[in-house]
């Protein structure tokens, strides 16, 4: 499985990005998609997840009510739109695949795509 990330970018605070990631390969082992990030001098964390089929989704309680995770209209792609961001939300993000059910944390993510970078700054 391969994962290609992209949309990320700077943004002033209170505004939007939205991050997609695109899975080619043998994605029929795929279960869950879901969206991890790290920031300078922390420890990287879970965003977002959702189950192959489209629901249900899990999110982190900093990102509840601001984030969706969802399935593009485009094959096997899965999209991270992010409003109303905040100077905290800066990190690299990461897209990642699970051959689990559920899965929330890192250690049950089998495939990773590169990160991008998203900004939020004045």
């Known amino acids: 499985v391969q994962l290609q990330a992209s949309g990320g970018g700077l943004v002033q605070p209170g505004g939007s990005l939205r991050l997609s990631c695109a899975a080619s390969?043998?994605?029929?082992?795929?279960?869950?998609m879901g969206w991890f990030r790290q920031a300078p001098g922390k420890e990287r964390e879970f965003v977002a997840a959702i189950a192959w089929r489209g629901s249900p989704r899990y999110y982190a309680d900093s990102v509840r009510g601001r984030f969706t995770i969802s399935r593009a209209s485009a094959k096997d792609t899965f999209s991270l739109q992010m409003d109303s961001l905040k100077p905290e939300d800066t990190a690299v993000y990461y897209c990642?695949?699970?051959?689990?059910?559920?899965?929330?944390?890192?250690?049950?993510?089998?495939?990773w795509g590169q990160g991008t970078q998203v900004t939020v700054s004045s």
């Open positions: 390969g043998r994605t029929s082992v795929i279960n869950t």
């Open positions: 990642a695949a699970s051959t689990y059910s559920y899965a929330r944390h890192g250690n049950k993510y089998d495939f």
